[in-house]
């Protein structure tokens, strides 16, 4: 066999799409499980297009080849040639069989894609992880998401070693072999692409349940963890129950085996993975008790579970042409998940927490050097694309499409997508044309949305004519600078709006021309780049409620005046721009303080916060939110020359002034009395109790800490569960006082043996403002219980350091960013994935204050001069440069 040079890592482009000159129709997959050394067996029943000659090229890599035969004869040498990244093969023809065998080393895979070891040698298990490019470090393959197959997949192993065998599909066999070893046979009859395959093996507990979906199948849920988690996996499985009947109800979609197995690993580089029949999870997903779990974390679950097993639909069955096309799973999938835990829980929470994880994440990204479209148009590394953009963003887009067909409209459009697409590999354009065909509309102009990166914003303002009793509503929209050369159309934006007397009355809706009202509350699609709406029968100038439910991802110009905000944060019934009021005014009281700005928007937004405190009426969970101001991430996208130091600085003033209006005495004793009611219930009104009293123990540390430190210590003490107990470490550690030290060796010691409760030990340390954050994580690196090989543990401590602690992060002396990149070097030696996820730290710093600017410019620079960086690391790290 002839060696090719290997090449430099090529730009992957969405206008060079051909479709896979080979198929493979069906695999039949023969595994030797071992720790060390496994071995593959891989035949493939080959489909040549007729249409193009290329030669057979199969993806592989860091796979030992072992033999190859084509149609049952061994090939020479000269028959076929590998450049370790693609096996080219001579003589293949339509219908071929296609033989390798490979070996591949399981306990030296640090990466964690492909077949790797999670947890010590002796006692952990083996597990796959494909989506995106996994399967050809397992075997040779045409590893695209076009190319759809059976899979016959039968595992062999030592029985006492790996006495659990599982893989996606069916079981179809199993039976003991000589020396101790068995095996079991797995048959997915539903075609797949290679990313959707898995494979797990080793030492598991499992919790089952019997399920009937609604068209009548019967099917096995079983829930696989290590022992001493498998009492972890009971809220999991209920949620998984409630999502697998959620999904008939509200989509008609019902689950299409007969077993359906979902396993927990410690190990894992991202949230979890949808492989047919056989998700797979990281354990912070799934595991769930109330002394490890808080109440978000519980929601978390409840999602991803769902997430995943909404998958099968918006995925599996109907998945992705190729990787250009992921928001057309990951944004689908999020949308519904998303509704679905609107659905269960509170509807207006779960916008406002979607919102604000949207701007804090996806709004960062969007107006840095890291921004893409939806749909990025080319990249070298698949796996950095797995972003806020392209979930959360897409998430979005589908959401305007759902509002604008509404709830019926959508249905219609998604059975005919589901029913179109089933099988298939698609496309964006399919997607739409499924939605606006079912329904008689056009929706290709979204297809915009999908093209161009930066946050559009809408410009809105309002004109009273007393004399004509009209009100004129001005809307315009611009691209951002970065949105790229498509940007030039104007997008469709779904604003739905409604108009506020000064008494807090909606007004109905008259538009000049229009026979009807159409009620106090409506959606117009702005499609043009501006338009003017004339309200008639308008006596006195209304207050405008915009972007209702955030109605399209974008940012809003408007010049409210403070009062007009309290109006609205006052009464406006819907719930999310409520909220939006108060941070729009929190925001302006921001500037108060930065710039001793004078109009009245810190009295205005303290006022009104203060007499909904005092409402008996409000709902607690809400209550808290209205309390939060937004975050420091959130406030330095609102500046020119960022200074985080000074942004931390800042925020804590305008707490402190909001928690002195509100009273140290008045903030004490309606914690007191929320304290009192402490339980582990999970119902609503249960968590809103708890959400409360953190915010209030909160802005009591903000106004008189001294009073806040001994109520702290004595929630740290008695609280029922992680949600409190967690709460009160994290500002007792703020406290940076001897009971901070003490709580926090009390909960070191009394979590000792759990991963995830650790976890959050070192994330609420790496979280300490300012000065004192980085030698504390340089200490906790120390610490017997941190790894550089977890990436749950690498996450909490270095993860949210350097992306959820802008001040401690971003330290005048550049200290952080040197301490960056020497740990960067380290990560990527084990895991480009996670290396690749911790330099998005860098994204905004040219965007920093002068100083700050040239001294993460210095680091970065540095960084990128080195010899030998992963493809995934330096794909960021060349982009965050530009
Ligand atoms: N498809 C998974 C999800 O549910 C994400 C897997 C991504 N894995 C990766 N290595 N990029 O969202
Ligand atoms: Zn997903």
Redesign the pocket.
Known sequence: MHALPQQASPVIRLRDYQPPAWRVESIELEVELDIDASEIVARLQLRRDPAQSLPLRLDGENLQLLSIALDGRALDAEAYRYDGCVLEIDGARDGSMLETRVRVRPAANTAL?GLYLSGPRESGFLLT?C??E?FRHITFFPDRPDVLSTYTVTLRADRARFPVLLAGGNPTGAGELEGGRHWARFVDPHPKPSYLFALVAGRLEHLARDYRTADGRAVQLKIWAEADAIGRCGYALDALERAMRWDEQRYGRNYDLDVFHVVATHDF??????NKGLNIFNAKYLLADPDSTTDDEYRHVEAVVA??YF?NWS?NRVTCRDWFQLSL??GL?VFREQSFSADMNSAPLKRIEDVALLRRAQFPEDAGPLAHPVRPAQYSE??NF?TATV?EKGAELVRMLAGRLGADGFRRGMDLYFERNDGRAATLEDFLGALGEANGTDLLPYLAWYGQSGTPRLRAQGHHDAARREYTLKLGQHAPGNAGPSARTPLPIPVKLALFASDGRMLPLQLAGEATDAGSERVVVLEQAEQALVFTGVEAPPVPSLLRGFSAPVILECDYTPAELALLLAHDPDGFNRWEAGQLLAARAYENLRDGSTDTSLQAWCGALARLFADDGMDDALLADLLTPPGEIELAEREGAVDPGRIHQLRQALQRTLAERLGADALEQRYRTLAARRSIALDAASQASRRLSRRLLELLEACASERALPLAAAQYRDAPGMTDRLAALAVLARGQADEGERALADYRQRYAGNALALDKWFAVQAQLPGLAALPRVMRLEKDAAFTLHNPNRVQSLLGTFVRANPSGFHRADGAAYRFLTERLGELDALNP?VAARLATAFNGWQRLEPGRRALAQAAIAELAGRAGLSRNLGEIIGNVLN
């Open positions: 894609e992880q989506e995106a996994g580089n991202m949230g979890a993975m949808e997430h995943e998958h995925g799973k990951e999938t698949i796996n797995y979930y994935q």
